[in-house]
């Protein structure tokens, strides 16, 4: 074991009130949306603390806007797409994008076919011409009960236009993960891939012990899917892309991906372990975490009802130093 990350407390006891239901990071930014309906904007800046040790990060944490009238009800999810500078918000079981450029966050469009919605996903993609230039898309999937409504972003006409037909399910899906031409859907009891296209492939139940499925997006358009204490890695095609599966000490609540490691929420602790080789880097006391999210690389937010803290990772030439005193050659190599 050694030391990935630092942490460091950056939102402590919300006031009176204020629970944290969902939270959504990008760059020095966090959202921090509430049960109530309240919206927190946060920017951590970067600065010195007296009688810290060197090359120790410190941050002063700014609160640059506290919107009380944000929601009449819980704001239940919330994704930053840094790329298009928009907020997509649920809320009141309907879908609205914001204005993430103007501080007042003015809204860009309320798709009010999603009324009833209880979850969403993004999908940003990069295209690149043949003269090589790159160009941007985004897609939206918003799930209301049994069906899945798949939005694109116009941006001549600021406004989400639809793409498909909405695709029929056979359970209330708990969670979708985007992933190439596929949609990752996690049931209650099972987890299945369905192109934008309409056609489902079943998988792998979740497990007897995992109260909701689990699902993380990673690079190359794979997915790290949990199942009880394990969590297996697929393409977007459902094929195992890895060998084994990464088993934590118990069942993840919430799973991010920060290579090198995959960093799971547990009951009492957030674990953080490798894709490869096999081993237990670091755990982590933090009590009641019951959500994770990235910002940047090296920059992971998680959260509790009350509190937010930032796992901020150690510098790599650090972490390396660690790894050859301890003989981990192939995690200081992939990291090197």
Same mark, same amino acid.
């Given at each position: 074991m050694?030391?990935?990350?630092?942490?460091i407390?950056i939102?402590?006891?919300?006031?009176?009130?204020?629970?944290?239901?969902? /939270?959504?990071?990008?760059?020095? =930014?966090?959202?921090?949306?509430?049960?109530?309906?309240?919206?927190?904007? =946060?920017?951590?800046? @970067?600065?010195?603390?007296p009688?810290?040790k060197?090359?120790? %990060?410190?941050?002063?944490?700014?609160?640059?806007?506290?919107?009380?009238?944000? #929601?009449?009800?819980?704001?239940?999810?919330?994704? !930053?797409i840094?790329?298009?500078?928009m907020?997509?918000?649920l809320?009141?079981?309907?879908?609205?994008?914001?204005?993430?450029?103007?501080f007042?966050?003015?809204?860009i469009?309320?798709?009010?076919?999603?009324?009833? +919605?209880?979850?969403?996903?993004?999908?940003?993609?990069?295209h690149? &011409?043949?003269?090589?230039?790159v160009?941007? #898309?985004?897609?939206?999937?918003?799930?209301?009960?049994?069906?899945l409504?798949? =939005?694109?972003?116009k941006?001549?006409d600021?406004?989400?236009?639809?793409?498909?037909?909405?695709?029929?399910?056979?359970d209330?899906?708990?969670?979708?993960?985007?992933?190439?031409?596929?949609?990752?859907?996690?049931?209650?009891?099972?987890? #299945?891939?369905?192109?934008?296209?309409?056609?489902?492939?079943?998988?792998f %139940?979740?497990?007897?012990?995992?109260?909701?499925?689990?699902?993380?997006?990673?690079?190359?358009?794979?997915?790290?899917?949990?199942?009880?204490?394990q969590?297996?890695? /697929?393409?977007?095609?459902?094929?195992?892309t890895?060998?084994?599966?990464?088993?934590?000490?118990? !069942?993840?609540? +919430?799973?991010?991906h920060?290579?090198? =490691?995959?960093?799971?929420?547990?009951?009492n602790?957030?674990? !953080?372990?490798p894709?490869? @080789?096999?081993?237990?880097?670091?755990?982590?006391?933090?009590?009641?975490?019951?959500?994770?999210?990235?910002?940047?690389?090296?920059?992971?937010?998680?959260?509790?009802?009350s509190? !937010?803290?930032?796992?901020h990772a150690?510098?790599?030439?650090?972490?390396?130093t660690?790894l050859? &005193?301890?003989?981990?050659?192939?995690?200081a190599?992939?990291?090197?």
């Open positions: 050694h030391e990935a990350y630092e942490i407390p939102v402590q006891k919300l006031p009176p009130g204020l629970s944290i239901e969902t /939270i959504s990071a990008y760059d020095d =930014y966090l959202l921090v949306g509430t049960k109530s309906g309240t919206l927190l904007l =946060y920017q951590l800046v @970067p600065s010195v603390k009688g810290a060197p090359g120790s %990060p410190h941050y002063e944490v700014k609160l640059l806007k506290s919107n009380k009238a944000f #929601s009449k009800k819980s704001i239940t999810q919330l994704q !930053v840094p790329e298009f500078q907020l997509i918000c809320a009141d079981s309907i879908v609205t994008a914001f204005d993430l450029s103007q007042n966050l003015q809204t469009a309320t798709l009010p076919k999603t009324k009833g +919605a209880h979850y969403f996903t993004v999908s940003v993609q990069k690149k &011409s043949l003269t090589g230039d160009k941007l #898309s985004f897609r939206l999937c918003v799930a209301v009960k049994k069906k409504q798949l =939005y694109y972003w941006s001549k600021k406004n989400f236009l639809e793409f498909s037909q909405d695709l029929s399910l056979r209330i899906p708990r969670t979708i993960v985007w992933c190439g031409e596929s949609l990752c859907i996690g049931y209650k009891a099972e987890y #299945s891939l369905m192109k934008v296209t309409g056609d489902p492939k079943d998988l %139940p979740t497990g007897g012990k995992q109260q909701e499925p689990l699902v993380a997006l990673l690079p190359n358009n794979q997915l790290a899917v949990g199942s009880d204490e969590t297996i890695l /697929i393409d977007s095609e459902g094929n195992p890895l060998k084994y599966s990464i088993k934590w000490s118990e !069942v993840p609540i +919430a799973l991010v920060d290579s090198p =490691y995959l960093i799971a929420v547990l009951p602790s957030v674990e !953080v372990r894709i490869e @080789p096999r081993i237990h880097v670091q755990s982590i006391d933090l009590q009641k975490t019951k959500t994770i999210v990235t910002s940047k690389r090296g920059w992971i937010f998680a959260a509790s009802n509190d !937010v803290w930032l796992l150690v510098n790599f030439p650090e972490q390396i660690q050859l &005193s301890q003989k981990q050659f192939e995690l190599l992939h990291m090197a």
